[in-house]
């Protein structure tokens, strides 16, 4: 097939989740993902920064990317406002 690649990087494929399982990985809402992202489309500084991928109308994310989002907001102190809290 002309214009396709003959092998696929696996490595650039990552597994994606969905708001359900976000949500049971952070033990919140999914209310409160969509709220997040909401709040990213608007440009809020709180959240403009939050990873989400949209698949047509599905919401996707990167678990590793949230991980990452996940650590500046702690060290920015951001949980101490209680915008985003991390349980033990």
């Not at 500084?45 to 702690?74: G, N």
């Amino acid at each position: 097939m002309a214009g396709f690649p003959s092998k696929v990087n696996t490595m650039a494929i990552k597994a994606l989740i969905d708001v359900q399982e976000l949500a049971a990985r952070l033990r919140c809402a999914k209310g409160s993902i969509y709220n997040w992202v909401d709040e990213a489309k608007k440009g809020n500084t709180e959240y403009k920064d939050f990873p989400y991928i949209k698949v047509r109308r599905l919401l996707r994310f990167d678990w590793e990317a949230i991980e990452r989002w996940l650590t500046t907001r702690s060290t920015m102190g951001s949980a101490s406002k209680g915008v985003l809290r991390r349980t033990p």
